[in-house]
C-alpha cells in the first residue's frame, strides 16, 4: 500500500461542559467548535489514553498504568485496512462494552474517560499521477489498456488497484483522447470502495 495512503483516526468530541455550551442558544457562536483530528499510526502499536485533566491522546509508547490504555493495530487483511483495539477498562462503543479483542469501523464512537467521545474515521489520500512502478505494463482493471509510464493514473488507496485518470490536457495519446476510466465508474473494480479523487475524510460526524 503506498505510504500515507490511509490512516485511522478519531474526531474528538469534548464533554459539553468544554465544548462552548455556556454561550447560550440565541448565541450564534454556541456551536460546537471543529473537533480536532487524533491520527493513528498506520503501522506498529499504538496506545489510546486520556492522561487526568487532558484530552485523549494516542502514542507510539505506553502511558503511565492509571491512565487506563486501550491499545491499538492498524492492519492488513485480504487487501484492506482494519482498526483493531484491545479496550482499556471503560471504554464503550455505541453505548455498549467491547469484546476483548474489537475491530473498529468507521463511524463509530467511543466514549472514554472523563466524557469524552470519540467518533472513528478513515482518512485516505488516493495516488493520482504517473503510474507506480509495479503497474506500468499491466492491464487497467477497466479498460484492459496497458500502463505507460507516462499515463496519469488512480491508485485505490485501500486495495491498491491502478485505473486510468486522463484528461483532456493530459492524454497520453490526444489523437485516440484521454482514458478516463476512474471518472468514469463510481467505485473500484476490486474491493469495491468509491472512486474519491481528492484526499478526505470518510466520515465527519455532525455534532
Known amino acids: 500500500m503506498s505510504d500515507g495512503a490511509v490512516h ?21 457562536a454556541a456551536a460546537r467548535p471543529r473537533l480536532a483530528w487524533i491520527e493513528v499510526p498506520s503501522t506498529g502499536t499504538a496506545y489510546l489514553a486520556t492522561p487526568p485533566g487532558k484530552p485523549p491522546e494516542v502514542a507510539a509508547t505506553p ?22 483495539a484491545i479496550p482499556g477498562k471503560g471504554l464503550r462503543r455505541n453505548g455498549l462494552p467491547l469484546p476483548p479483542v474489537a ?7 467511543l466514549r472514554v474517560d472523563g466524557g469524552w467521545v470519540l467518533h472513528v474515521s478513515r482518512f485516505t489520500r488516493p495516488h493520482v499521477g504517473p503510474p507506480p512502478p509495479e503497474w506500468i505494463g499491466k492491464p487497467c482493471s477497466y479498460c484492459r489498456i496497458e500502463f505507460t509510464p507516462t499515463t496519469i493514473t488512480y491508485v485505490c488507496p485501500h486495495c ?26 463510481s467505485e473500484c473494480q476490486l474491493c469495491h470502495k468509491p472512486i474519491v479523487l481528492e484526499p478526505r475524510h470518510e466520515y465527519v460526524p455532525s455534532c
Open 103 to 109: 475491530v473498529l469501523h468507521v463511524g463509530d464512537a
Open 63 to 84: 502511558p503511565p498504568p492509571n491512565a487506563l490504555a486501550s491499545v491499538l493495530e492498524t492492519i492488513r487483511y485480504e487487501r484492506q485496512t482494519y482498526l483493531v
Open 8 to 28: 485511522f483516526g478519531f474526531f474528538a468530541e469534548p464533554p459539553p461542559h468544554e465544548a462552548g455550551s455556556d454561550l447560550g442558544p440565541d448565541n450564534p
Open 160 to 185: 491498491e488497484t491502478a485505473l486510468h485518470c486522463e484528461s483532456e490536457n493530459t492524454a497520453s495519446d490526444p489523437k485516440a483522447g484521454p482514458l478516463e476510466c476512474a471518472r468514469l465508474v
